[in-house]
Every structure is written in structure tokens, then in C-alpha cells.
């Protein structure tokens, strides 16, 4: 609940607007109407994760399905469970100047700690129809602004625009979502110091370390509810970590690099789908797939196909976030083998596997070392050496692959080529079997490889 005063706004963003913000869909019964009861489990779902405060009726809302009343609806809902205990923001984005500002004025009664507003996503076609429609916003609102900055609205603003929005008195920011890099590193540089600006995806830390420049506030994603459940929130412990400046890089990578690569994916290939349009069907489905309520898209946004969303499930799956039991090493040992610092009785667990989906699984159930098997003759001829490529892609780097060769011919030359193809994977060991070699025999075809 907002409790600064007009003037007071963009004092109260830099102190409040912090870590992860979420952005809500909206979900739908079978007959077309609000599912209520599943809103309000989504909310609390993503409370549990967290996130430091969420925003309805936005793009991934879609909020220019709803009639006015049903933005009101889901607006009540939040505010009931946020209960001034949660930060919320409401998109008031309108085609009518007066629908917009009963919205605002609905969410200032509500309780509403922060507004968002975008071009009217028709006529306006200049850069100054955009600063007068948020300046007339402003004028009759206490509540602090941040501007969507969107393709998706019809217009992009360029950052010396959205400097000249920044100097309205209760514009406290800019979510910065054009899509465009240059465009959200130049805003970045040339108002991040006078106002929030935020981008509302991972590279921009990256950038910022280049560049000198730190984000705040992730405003606002879905991709805490897409990637975390709350046992497991490992996206949102990355960005509370990342917007107070820790870019803590090895865990993106251990936790959330290929969650996050499957959904670039996915969104991209909606998005090209669709010529553009927000990819609100596969958002939606893929919280289904996570737990949450969703429903069908309105239209004129068509769902995912039955084949979409079995391929969706399917590269999913072994990718969701499931939490595991600290390890803590019990043991000094190898150098090689403890460089992970990740034994916790003192003893390995190696697990065998035979395909990507089994190896991954096996990493997150704990494995010290995942053992890819049965890779006859030494690599030669078999589609092995594919799958162990594979899954040292996608395992992190300080995570131990093992190659098991099966049975193998009693010679140290076929020994050292296993062994030298199985490094050129990138394994970490290999395991050998011989036929019918007595131990001694098999030690010294070891050493002589």
C-alpha cells in the first residue's frame, strides 16, 4: 500500500523497487471467466517463491481481452491477497484517457503501490502524443509511474524521450522492454542515474558489469513462476543477488542456464509465429506444466497446437527445478575429483545413464558422477560418443562425466584411443572392461595405454 506522498515518489522507487517483480497472467475458466480461486493460488504461489512484488492486468495479462470490470476484478484479487503485506503494481494502459484514469484512481483505493502505463496503442504515433498522455496521467494520480517502453503499444520511445517522461515528477521509471540492446543499454547510461530503469531480462547484468552501470529491480518477468518452485527459487535468489550488484555468474550456470536457453527458445518461436505478439500462449502453458492456473488465450491469440505442447512438456521435463540436500565434503581427496567441493559422506555416487533426459536427472538428484554406458569398441561406430557430447554440453563444467567402454580388447593401443576419445568429449574418467583379462594383466595394459 502506497503511503508516500506525490512528491515523495521517486525517493520511495529507489528504496522500494528492488530484486524480483512478477507479471501475472490471466487465468480462465473452461465457460471464459475469470478463474478466481486460481488467481489466488497463483498469487500465493509466487509469493512463496520470494518475489518481491507483482503486477496484473499486463501484457501477459492480457489485459486488452478484458472488459473494464474484469480488470477490476483481478485487480481487487490482488490487492485482497497482497493485503498491504506485498508490493503490487497495476497496468492501466487504455484506449480512452478517462477508462485509464478510473483505473488508476480504482488502484490509488485499492491499495496499489505503483502504476503502469504505455502508449494507447492506437492514433498515437509521435513521441510527444506518448509524453502527454503519461503527463496527463500524472497529473491525476498520486501514485508513482513506470512506462512501458513496448513495441508491443505501436511506438518506441527513444532514450532521450524517455529522459524528458523521467522529469515528470511522479515517473519514476522505465521498463525498458523494446527488445532493442542498444536502445536499453543507451537508456541505462544516460538516465539510470536519475531514474529506475529496468530491462526485463538477464544479459542486461551482464552488460551493466561491462559497462558500469547496476539494475535495481527486475521489472518485471514471468520467469520466477516459470523457473522456481518455492523449495528450489534459484532464479530469484539470482536476481536479488544481481540487482545488489553480485553477478553471481556459476550459479546462473549450474541452476538456470539451460532452463533459461529452452525458453528463449520457445519464445522466439512464438513470438516468429505470431509475427511478433506476445508469446502469452506458451507462457501460460508452460505455467500449466509448473502447477499454476492458466487456462485457454483469448482471442485473437490462439493457444499452442496439441503437438506444441507435447514437445514443450517433453523438453521441460527433465529441466524443472527440483530441490536438493546441501553437500558438504567430508574428506580431503584428489584435487581433480573435489574441485566441485561437493561430498558430503565421504563416498562417490556414480549413476549410470544412457541418454540426456537420465543424465540430467542424475545431476539434480545429487550425482558426484554421471557415467554415460556401454560405448562398444572404443567409441568406434556408435552413436554414443553423440549422447556423452551432449550431456557435457549441458552439465556444468565442474561436474564429473564418466565414460563406460564396455568390453574391450585386451590392448594397450585400443585402451589409450578409448581413453583419448573420451577426453576429446571432454569426460572426466573412463571405465574399462576387458574380457577375460586377469587383474595383473589388465593393471599393466592400464599403465602401458
Known amino acids: 500500500m502506497a503511503t508516500y506522498a506525490k512528491h515523495e515518489a521517486q525517493e ?56 473494464h470490470e474484469e480488470r477490476l476484478q483481478v485487480m481487487q484479487i490482488l490487492a485482497d491477497e497482497a493485503n498491504g503485506q506485498w508490493l503490487t ?30 502508449p494507447p496503442f492506437i492514433v498515437t504515433k509521435t513521441e510527444e502524443q506518448v509524453i502527454d498522455w503519461v503527463r496527463h496521467l500524472a497529473d491525476n494520480t498520486r501514485l508513482a509511474i513506470m512506462f512501458y517502453n513496448s513495441p508491443q503499444f505501436g511506438i518506441v520511445l527513444s532514450p532521450a524521450s524517455l529522459k524528458r517522461l523521467c ?59 516459470r523457473f522456481d518452485i518455492p523449495e528450489a527459487n534459484y532464479y530469484v535468489q539470482f536476481i536479488d543477488k544481481a540487482t545488489q550488484g553480485n553477478l553471481d555468474e556459476q550459479f546462473y550456470e549450474t541452476h538456470l542456464r539451460r532452463i533459461k536457453e529452452l525458453s528463449d527458445a520457445w519464445w522466439t518461436r512464438t513470438v516468429d509465429k505470431l509475427n511478433g505478439a506476445l508469446p502469452v500462449a506458451m507462457v501460460k502453458y508452460w505455467g500449466e506444466l509448473m ?11 490462439p493457444g499452442l497446437t496439441d503437438e506444441e505442447k507435447a514437445e514443450l512438456k517433453q523438453e521441460l ?37 544412457q541418454n540426456v533426459e537420465e543424465a540430467l536427472e542424475a545431476e539434480r538428484g545429487g550425482a558426484d558422477v554421471v557415467d554415460v554406458k556401454n560405448l562398444q569398441e572404443a567409441l568406434v561406430g556408435s552413436g554414443h560418443p553423440t549422447v556423452v557430447r551432449q550431456i557435457r554440453n549441458q552439465i556444468a563444467a565442474e561436474n564429473h562425466v564418466s565414460v563406460t567402454l564396455g568390453v574391450v580388447p585386451s590392448q594397450p593401443g585400443t585402451v589409450a584411443m578409448a581413453a583419448y576419445a573420451a577426453a576429446m568429449l571432454n569426460a572426466t574418467s573412463v571405465k574399462v572392461g576387458f574380457r577375460n583379462t586377469d587383474y595383473d594383466t589388465a593393471v599393466e595394459i592400464l599403465i602401458q595405454a
Not at 493460488?41 to 501477459?60: D, E, P, Q, S
Request: with cysteine.
Open 317 to 353: 521435463e527433465p529441466l524443472k527445478p527440483r530441490p536438493l540436500a546441501p553437500a558438504q565434503p567430508a574428506n580431503e581427496r584428489v584435487g581433480w575429483l573435489t574441485g566441485n567441493n561437493s561430498f558430503f559422506s565421504g563416498m562417490l555416487l556414480m549413476v549410470s545413464v
Open 89 to 118: 503494481g497495476a497496468h492501466i494502459t487504455h484506449t480512452s484517457a478517462s477508462a485509464m484514469l478510473d483505473l488508476a484512481q480504482n488502484a490509488e483505493n485499492m491499495g496499489f503501490d505503483v502504476l503502469i502505463v504505455a
Open 167 to 225: 522529469e515528470i515528477p511522479n515517473v519514476v521509471g522505465i521498463k525498458e522492454a523494446s527488445f532493442n540492446q542498444q536502445l536499453s543499454i543507451e537508456t541505462h547510461l544516460s538516465i539510470g542515474k536519475e531514474a529506475i530503469i529496468s530491462t526485463p531480462d538477464e544479459w542486461i547484468f551482464w552488460r551493466g558489469k561491462e559497462l558500469g552501470f547496476q539494475q535495481q529491480v527486475m521489472f518485471s518477468n514471468t520467469s520466477d513462476w
Open 12 to 67: 520511495w522507487a529507489w528504496e522500494t523497487l528492488k530484486g524480483q517483480w512478477t507479471t501475472l497472467c490471466t487465468p480462465f475458466t473452461p465457460e471464459d471467466t475469470i478463474d478466481e480461486a486460481g488467481l489466488r493460488n497463483n498469487i500465493r504461489h509466487v509469493r512463496r517463491l520470494g518475489t518481491k512484488g507483482a503486477g496484473c492486468t499486463w501484457g501477459m495479462g492480457e489485459f486488452w481481452s478484458l472488459t
Open 291 to 301: 502447477g499454476l492456473a492458466s487456462g485457454h488465450t483469448r482471442y485473437p491469440l
